[in-house]
């Protein structure tokens, strides 16, 4: 099927070309803009031309609320499907005709589904556009997937146990984490997971995660609600995690969040090496 493009990649497309010419312009040395501009087109090229041929087909089998402003997405494969790691993001775009807004566009989602499981569930927040027309998107009509990319779990040191904070909507990839640990994957050392909300209700996965931590060895889970509790702090992460300076840690969620446990654990001498974060933001 022939892709054609859209009002919107030609504007693009066009930008970069009138912002090369006016480069070549004002330039003394003309093939660094050259170098920069057939690269920026490589690029357009890529995500217009060639990441496109990679979708597969989805239908939604069931669209699951977990609080005001949140679902999750059961999607069915129509052929052999995507196979993808734990804590990985695709690329959805949505072809159900009665959406208010964002049919045919693709927009990033982390997977929340374990590798092994046969359906892909993504967890959506009411964001935008885009994602608040999803709230109520129609079960039974197709998607694309295009994917699956990012490695935010493919830095592993066994020699460490690891300590998982997620908040919001960022709790994704450690809820695809922790479905996988009782899917039956191997990690070796310990893993605590602390999961930062607002308050109870806005903890979306939290029973489900609690139930993984009753069943699981070695898998901890802790809530902190800041309603009650204010921000994260030292005493905090000591008392519910007393070694959490040397293990490996992962950080997922809004941005405010992020920078306060940056800054929290660069002052209890945490080396940025042992930090691995994503940031969720609108999108």
Known sequence: MRRRLKTGDMVLIAALLLGLWHALLLAGEAWPWWLLGIAGLGAIAWRKGVAPRRRHAYRIEAVEPLARGVVELSLCPEGSGIRHEAGQFVYLSPLDESLAAGRGEEHPYTLASAPADSRLRIGIKDLGDASHALQTVTPGTRVLIEGPYGEFFGRRFPERDMLWLGGGIGITPFVGGARDLASGAEVAGRVQLIYLAHDESRAYYGRELEAIAERLEGFTFTRHYSREQGHMTE???????????????????????????????????????????EVFDFL
């Open 235 to 277: 005493a905090f992460l000591r008392e519910h995690c007393p070694d959490f300076t040397e293990r490996e840690i992962y950080l997922c969620g809004p941005p405010a969040m992020n920078a306060h446990l940056q800054r929290l654990l660069a002052g209890q001498g945490v080396p940025a090496s042992r930090i691995h974060s």
